[in-house]
Each structure stands twice: as C-alpha cells, then as structure tokens.
C-alpha cells in the first residue's frame, strides 16, 4: 500500500457518506475543461475516466439552477483560496448518477469515484457527512507543515553555531528537502500557517 493509500485513502471512512449525491450531481476539477480534453486526447488516464464519467454543464447559471448551495460553496473556497477564476471553472455531472441519488455502476466504479474526497482539501457539498474528517484531515496537514518550519528554525539556530563547512552543507541539504516539503502545500496557503 502506497504512503498516500496508508495515511490518507485507507483512514477515510466511508460511512460518512450521506449517499445525496451531491458530489456527483455537481462537480468541477482544478483543471480548466479545455485542458482536460487535451490531457485526455493525449492519452492521460485521469483525464480520460474523469470526461468518460463526467459531462459538462452549459455554464456555471446551469450548474447553480441543479444545486445553488454547491455551485456557491465551491467558488466561495476558490475565492477565498486566491484560485477563482470564472473562465476557467466548468461543473459537471455525472453521466451514472440515478433518480435515487445512487451510481448505476457503482461496482464498477473508476478509482477517482472510489477515493472521493481524495484528499483533504477536497471541496464537499455543504452538509456533506465528509466535512468535518476533512476538516480535521486539514488541521493536521498544517500541523505537519507547522513542526517543519519549526525545524528551519532550529537548523538555522544550529547552523550559526557551527563553522564546520560539512556539518553546513548537510544543513542546508536538509533545509532545502523541509522547503521542498512545505512548498508542496503552498496551493493551500502553507506560507500562512
């Protein structure tokens, strides 16, 4: 099992769901629709399952006439993530979702449907049984990023009190993986945490 399956897809519990299928009837992606359908073209699996499931709405008034409360919380966490740009956000609905809120392949379901929210900073529907484990996911992702930048801060105190020119460049080795660490958040606003 992969590090993210162990700390992240295999703690996810799945009684959570509230089977509304909200998260099906409305959905958009980090990657503009146009660029989706290039990626897909290319030949790139993700891309492809995702546009073999999901179809595009008209326009984001569509989307918002299907499930307002969705269309509005998930521009409202774009924006307030600095990540909001209207050109570029396409919702979607899945092709499988029933009249009874259910997946009419649901055995047969691709991995990107079997590891929704997949991940904690995964965008849920209000009231969604998800919101609060994401929530708390979130909070100990920062927590991580936090005790990194608390060791920068004790390498940067140890390096001041060595002058070996070895014992620095390991330091700065280790710096520089922490920043690499940290920067990987950085979409989610790590420099304010």
Same mark, same amino acid.
């Given at each position: 099992?992969?590090?993210? +399956?162990?700390?992240?897809?295999?703690?996810?519990?799945?009684?959570?769901?509230?089977?509304?299928?909200?998260?099906c009837?409305?959905?958009?992606?980090?990657?503009?629709? &146009? $660029?989706l359908?290039?990626? %897909?073209?290319?030949? +790139? &699996?993700?891309?492809? =399952?995702? @546009? %073999?499931?999901? *179809?595009?709405? +008209?326009?984001? *008034?569509?989307a918002? &006439?299907?499930?307002?409360?969705?269309?509005?919380?998930?521009?409202?966490? @774009?924006?307030?993530?600095?990540?909001?740009?209207?050109?570029?956000?396409?919702?979607?609905?899945?092709?499988?979702?029933?009249?009874?809120?259910?997946? %009419?392949?649901?055995?047969?379901?691709?991995t990107?449907?079997?590891?929704?929210?997949s %991940? /904690?900073?995964?965008? #849920? /529907? /209000?009231?969604?049984?998800? *919101?609060?484990?994401?929530?708390?996911?979130? *909070?100990?992702e920062?927590?991580? #990023?936090?005790?990194?930048?608390?060791? @920068?801060? $004790?390498? $940067?105190?140890? &390096?001041?009190?060595t002058? =070996?020119?070895?014992m620095?460049?390991?330091?700065?080795?280790?710096q520089?993986?922490?920043?690499?660490?940290i920067?990987?958040?950085?979409?989610?606003?790590?420099?304010?945490?």
């Amino acid at each position: 099992m992969s590090s993210y +399956e162990e700390n992240y897809l295999a703690r996810r519990p799945e009684y959570l769901c509230h089977m509304c299928g909200k998260c099906c009837r409305v959905v958009t992606t980090s990657i503009p629709y &146009k $660029e989706l359908k290039k990626r %897909s073209q290319k030949g +790139e &699996k993700g891309a492809s =399952d995702f @546009l %073999s499931l999901f *179809e595009p709405y +008209e326009s984001i *008034e569509v989307a918002r &006439k299907v499930d307002a409360a969705v269309v509005d919380n998930i521009i409202n966490r @774009l924006i307030d993530d600095g990540n909001y740009n209207e050109e570029e956000i396409t919702f979607y609905c899945c092709k499988y979702l029933g009249d009874d809120n259910l997946c %009419s392949r649901y055995h047969t379901r691709l991995t990107l449907c079997r590891h929704c929210p997949s %991940s /904690p900073w995964s965008i #849920v /529907p /209000p009231g969604c049984g998800f *919101e609060g484990w994401l929530f708390w996911q979130r *909070e100990q992702e920062k927590q991580k #990023v936090r005790l990194l930048k608390e060791e @920068l801060i $004790e390498l $940067e105190l140890l &390096k001041h009190r060595t002058s =070996d020119s070895q014992m620095l460049d390991k330091i700065d080795s280790v710096q520089s993986k922490i920043r690499k660490n940290i920067n990987l958040y950085k979409r989610y606003g790590s420099e304010n945490w």
